[in-house]
């Protein structure tokens, strides 16, 4: 073994030794970052197709989004919102201008964004529809993948999320992802929200039939329900429009937004929605000392200036369709099925997912195995012809080598 293979295996025998075994990840150790590519400690580069799961939209490090940082870094970086500061006003302007809403909640993690939903849920069912207290219904579809709180779990349909975690919240109802028939049925007094993903990332890419999502908007508006969509790793561009739901003409009532909104640098997140449903929340119903920091403020909206000013989704759309295209052309036994939208593309596999997965990393491309059978392929946006090419011919190595 190398002196660089000892240093990488004494990192990962730390990280076994001290850390929580909740993770799975591919044994390449990250040292530094830039752009599209991943090093390791002994200089080797590795296409990163992984971006963080849509955190890294933009690129690694970006100098602009870096720049931001280390301006407000010393100035000052957290308040709280006992007070006010000169950073939240100027982002929440530029965050609801950008998504086209009137008001915006911000958070941290993408699954405190889906909670600050489920509240404002609830708060509109009993204010609003005037449903029985307690009994509020939001409607989720199985597959589903909002995060791992406890009552993102309790919406979960996955086993592997709620093993041995109950007692689990109730007020949701899972119907099949795309079947809007079942959908139609599930819909009753009770229902205030769908809470949906356009595309499901975490549970294999899977894309809704066409119309579904439209149809589903539709069923909402005829019954006074809120949509709300949890674009957290679909939206900022990565399906080749700013929001995935953009492709169905659509508008969410509640948009659930993340990951890449911090640019790769600092968890951002937010809920966004009218200014009358997010008049709801009164002061102490719902809070974050963390969420709308100075800091946090000025990554956000470095991080949207670079997704407009270098036309990311855009971007996205050509990248993605080169690519799939490029998949496709493998016509690898190995591959069933190529399907995603942009940069957001599933591979069905008819072997292991995980093993083609270390065959690329060999290969110095670092993809991840979403399902037994599903690898996903989600470079950053500003992926570049010549690193498709690397891609394409480092995934027809990995197929050869994986039958």
């Given at each position: ?35 599209v590519w991943l090093y390791d400690g002994a200089g ?47 982002f929440l302007k530029r965050l609801t201008e950008f ?27 009993y204010e609003r529809k005037r449903v029985a207290s ?270």
């Amino acid at each position: 073994m190398h002196d660089i293979d000892r240093k990488a295996a004494a990192f990962i025998e730390l990280e076994d030794r001290y850390g929580a075994h909740n993770y799975q990840p591919l044994d390449v150790v990250v040292e530094r970052a830039e752009g599209v590519w991943l090093y390791d400690g002994a200089g080797k580069r590795y296409l990163d197709c992984v971006s963080a799961y849509s955190a890294v939209n933009q690129g690694h490090c970006h100098p602009r989004i870096r720049a931001a940082l280390e301006e407000q870094a010393r100035k000052v970086t957290l308040t709280s919102r006992a007070m006010r500061n000169d950073r939240l006003g100027p982002f929440l302007k530029r965050l609801t201008e950008f998504c086209g809403y009137e008001s915006a909640l911000p958070m941290n993690t993408g699954v405190e964004a889906v909670e600050t939903a489920i509240k404002l849920a609830r708060r509109y069912a009993y204010e609003r529809k005037r449903v029985a207290s307690d009994s509020a219904e939001i409607i989720v579809f199985a597959n589903n993948f909002h995060g791992r709180t406890t009552a993102a779990i309790s919406a979960s349909t996955t086993e592997q999320y709620r093993h041995d975690f109950g007692p689990f919240t109730p007020g949701f109802v899972a119907v099949p992802y795309g079947d809007y028939d079942a959908l139609a049925a599930a819909v009753n007094e009770r229902t205030c929200a769908i809470l949906v993903e356009p595309i499901q990332g975490e549970g294999g890419v899977i894309v809704p039939p066409p119309d579904f999502l439209k149809r589903a908007w539709g069923l909402c508006r005829e019954h006074r329900v809120l949509f709300m969509a949890d674009e957290i790793q679909t939206g900022l561009g990565r399906t080749g429009d700013l929001f995935a739901c953009d492709h169905d003409g659509i508008k969410p009532d509640v948009m659930i937004v993340g990951k890449a909104l911090g640019g790769g640098y600092y968890p951002v997140s937010a809920m966004l929605a009218s200014r009358d449903l997010m008049q709801l929340f009164g002061p102490g119903d719902h809070g974050s000392t963390f969420g709308g920091n100075p800091l946090a403020c000025a990554v956000g909206m470095a991080s949207l200036d670079v997704i407009e000013s270098e036309n990311l989704p855009a971007r996205a759309r050509y990248a993605g369709a080169r690519l799939m295209r490029g998949l496709r052309d493998l016509a690898s036994p190995a591959i069933e099925e190529v399907r995603g939208r942009g940069l957001l593309i599933g591979l069905q596999l008819t072997v292991p997912a995980r093993r083609l997965a270390e065959l690329l990393m060999e290969r110095g491309v670092v993809a991840k195995d979403t399902h037994e059978d599903v690898l996903r392929i989600a470079p950053p946006l500003v992926i570049e012809d010549a690193e498709i090419e690397l891609l394409l011919s480092a995934m027809d190595g990995a197929l050869k080598a994986v039958l």
